[in-house]
């Protein structure tokens, strides 16, 4: 008898769990209006018309994703005029959310001077984060839609993507010592927005990876382990960064080289990264509850994005600068502009201390000559570099 209940044991285990395998669902993630963080690195304004964009590049492609497959969860996408409906937002507590959000619209505006003209360019950076969020067990949901009451969600995880490209960038043809593509006017606002959204439909191409957020989207109490990073500090130990770079710009560049480290980062590592606590924005440490908050702007109000204190912190430090400039005759002119920018603690195989090298050579035309903006070269040096640091082999 013995035998026969275990056999029967058995064969229910057999086809028991195939069963559960078979029919087990995907959780599912409802995408919602696109946020932003209300910051001066946001220099690209963000209108009504491009965030309706964004928010239709990016659920386009995640249905497209999710249509072949190739997402870890069932995706439900509302529609633009859904989105904007209704001054109300939904907040079921047992629903997973996917808030497209705009951490990153700006751009490093360079001029560059010399006898004959004056030339500019803008480096236009994309950043965009897409926090899968639920809501706060106690949050009284009767109340989110009223004034000073904003939605207040929980964070599971975190996808977090930049990209950057120049408009304006222009040679020097030696053969008719003459400037070519110049942009004899600073590029225009209509520009940077155009570019903006061109860089954030290149990156839902190109820089998708969620392969870091299944086991946390099962996770129906919102409570992530010690398994998670953030880069916690950008210091500046090298003199001359401090002397360049003061106030709010300072703070700036930590909080954009902090962004662009955490996207390589995640990219590299898979795993659950934080939105950077540098640069003096919004991110608020309670000691009481030991939990950081990120306050984001919504069409429809404010959201309130809730997090853990990180298992593990990531320090940077932007280790050096220096230039010089290199006279090779025949009124040929190198300009050099070197970076460095080190990470601790250090993993594996990573280098504690990289470096990058930007290197510019002009023949300028007798009696004339050429003025760069340090500080803009500088910052796109350190932005590269940051992502370079954050993709290392570990």
Known sequence: ???ALGI???????????????FAEKPVVYIQPALTYENSI?????????RRQVERIIGERLKQIADAGDLPYEVRVATADSYHSTNEHITDSD???????IMVSTSIDTVNNNSLETAYTSTVIAGISLMFCMPEENLDITRVTEDGNPVSLRLLGLVPMVEAETIGLSRYNPSNDRWQNIHNAPISEWEKTGKFISLVRQMMKDHISFSNLIGNLRDDKAKLGMDTYQVTDVDMSSEMAKELFTGKEAEDLKFLVGYCFTSAYQKKTKR????????????????????????????????????????????????????????????????LHKVWLTKSPVEGKEKRELSRLHERTVKLPPGTSTDSDDNQIYAALLLGLAQELGGQDK
């Not at 606590?277 to 608020?284: E, F, H, N």
Request: charged share 15%; hydrophobic share 45%; aromatic share 8%.
């Open 8 to 22: 029967f044991f058995i064969l229910v285990v057999m086809v028991v769990l195939p069963m559960r395998i078979v």
């Open 95 to 101: 629903k997973i959310f996917l808030y497209p959000t």
């Open 272 to 335: 659950v990264m934080y939105p950077p606590a540098v640069g003096g924005q919004d991110l608020v440490n309670s000691m009481i509850n030991g939990a950081y908050k990120l306050s984001l702007d919504s069409a429809n109000g404010k959201v309130d994005v809730h997090m853990s204190n990180p298992g593990h912190s990531i320090r940077l430090d932007i280790s050096g600068l220096a230039s010089e400039v290199v006279d090779s005759g025949n009124n040929v002119y190198t300009t």
């Open 42 to 50: 946001n220099k690209i304004n963000i209108d009504e018309d491009t």
């Open 1 to 3: 008898m013995r035998r």
